[in-house]
């Protein structure tokens, strides 16, 4: 295991993310390859961490001044075992091949836990939408899907949002690609409403991990009601996160973006989160508005070179981080400790470092890794797909219930397998372990390919 860990790192030394991801992987399946002899002879690991295909391309476009921009564009297309490659979008100034690679690994396994037929990919561009036109994202969209239509479809590969990729970008994703293969399929989820979209797909991801989290909190005869929670972020997972935790009864105190966050001692409440999703979704402002709009709230800056970040340092029950990944260190997670945090469930994917889950994982905390805990966004995904195929759409509380009972059973599953394997409760080691014997299997099904 240390030998091929080893060689991923040697082959591609910069790419610090995507050894992350594999290290995490590779620290939980040790047992289940002792148990199955097989899949060392197949050289099983080696295969899951070699992506199947990597497309890089050229993304040039023109801005409203009539200047030249390049960009590069990325699609990882990790495994396709159980299914089409699924897996959104990045449109960030950090996307490089090895952040494309950490998050299409992950995807694999997080889109086997949802129990439907996707396989894993990941895709994006280091372009950067902040301050940009809506002309110039359109521009930029258009200029992506010339190069990605001839390796994408709806039985293929499935792309989908992330970072800086929402309902805009889709529309403006879709539309190019309908135009060059004149066909209109379900090509992409995450669709607007009136022209193939489910319901509930955007408010999916950020239900779908407190369904997680009221989940994990049951085992311990708790629940979110009157429970003060830390949320990061305030994009797309962020906003449905505190959504669901004020339906359910909890109480948000923080929200942030790449600037800073607002503590507001007082709560949000509906009309306040309203103001965030208009102020994030088409205002496209800063949360540091929040502030100005609600006196209570206090706004702090946040330099990305400090060593904690003080979002985290705050007295609370439940942390869920919804921005980015390693957005909590090690000393974070000793400040969340210290403040009285019971419960860490991610929205995002990868916000822990390694040093933090241990820390997690010492104190017995209820930790939830993304891939278990996000997994809702991809699996309303997937219903979109089913539904496209179908030419069908199903009605708001059937989709709602089909993410519940999928949120239900990722969480049973992770805890069963954790338990099989002598981890009672690590929902970390559950996680790798029966995404991975899912993926595994059928790789081993298909033959050497
Ligand atoms: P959005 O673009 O809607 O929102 C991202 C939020 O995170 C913004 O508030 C953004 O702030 C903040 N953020 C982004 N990068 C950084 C950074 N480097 N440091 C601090 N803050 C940052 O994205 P989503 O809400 O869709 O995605 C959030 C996380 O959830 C990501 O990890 C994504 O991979 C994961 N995820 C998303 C799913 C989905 O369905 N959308 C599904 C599963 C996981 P700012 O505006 O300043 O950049
Ligand atoms: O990380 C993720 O799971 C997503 N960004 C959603 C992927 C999808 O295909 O819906």
Not at 107 to 128: C, E, I, P, R, Y
Request: aromatic share 8%; proline share 4%; hydrophobic share 40%.
């Amino acid at each position: 295991m240390d030998q091929i860990v080893k060689h991923i790192i040697e082959k591609d030394p910069e790419q610090r993310a995507f050894h992350q991801a594999v290290q995490e992987v590779m620290a939980t399946v040790e047992p289940v390859l002792d148990r199955n002899l097989e899949y060392r002879k197949q050289a099983i690991l080696e295969r899951i961490t070699e992506p199947e295909r990597v497309i890089i391309f050229r993304v040039p476009w023109m801005d409203d001044e009539g200047q030249v921009h390049v960009n590069r564009g990325f699609r990882v297309e990790m495994n396709s075992a159980l299914g089409p490659y699924k897996g959104g979008l990045r449109f960030h100034p950090s996307v490089n091949l090895g952040i494309m690679k950490f998050l299409a690994f992950e995807q694999v396994f997080k889109n086997s836990l949802t129990t439907l037929a996707m396989g894993g990919g990941k895709g994006g561009s280091d372009f950067d939408p902040k301050g940009k036109s809506d002309t110039e994202v359109m521009h930029f969209c258009q200029s992506f899907m010339t190069e990605l239509y001839r390796h994408i479809g709806p039985d293929t590969d499935v792309p989908a949002g992330d970072i800086g990729v929402g309902a805009r970008e889709i529309g403006f994703l879709f539309g190019m690609y309908k135009r060059l293969k004149n066909e209109f399929t379900g090509v992409l989820t995450g669709k607007s409403l009136n022209w193939g979209g489910s319901l509930i797909r955007p408010e999916a991801t950020g239900y779908g991990a407190v369904y997680f989290a009221a989940e994990m909190l049951a085992t311990r005869s708790a629940t979110l009601e009157g429970k003060t929670c830390l949320v990061s972020g305030s994009g797309n997972v962020a906003q449905f996160t505190v959504e669901k935790i004020l339906e359910l009864g909890g109480k948000v105190i923080t929200m942030s973006d790449s600037s800073g966050y607002i503590l507001d001692e007082q709560g949000l409440d509906a009309d306040k989160l309203a103001f965030v999703k208009h102020l994030k979704n088409v205002r496209r402002g800063r949360i540091l508005e929040y502030a100005r709009q609600y006196r209570d709230a206090v706004y702090t800056p946040v330099d990305p070179g400090l060593k904690h970040n003080p979002l985290w340092d705050h007295k609370a029950d439940c942390a869920m981080p919804c921005a980015t990944e390693n957005e909590i260190n090690s000393q974070d997670a000793a400040n969340l400790i210290k403040n009285g945090v019971q419960l860490v469930c991610e929205g995002a994917n990868m916000p822990s470092t390694p040093e933090a889950i241990d820390i997690f994982l010492d104190h017995k905390l209820l930790y939830a890794p993304g891939k278990a805990a996000n997994a809702g966004g991809v699996a309303v995904s997937g219903l979109e797909m089913a539904q496209n195929s179908m030419r069908l759409s199903w009605p708001r509380q059937e989709v709602d219930n089909r993410l519940k009972q999928i949120m239900k059973s990722i969480h049973k599953t992770c805890l069963d397998a954790a338990e099989d394997y002598g981890v009672r409760g690590n929902y970390v080691a559950g996680a790798n372990i029966a995404g991975f014997v899912k993926v595994v299997n059928a790789m081993l099904d298909q033959g050497l390919v």
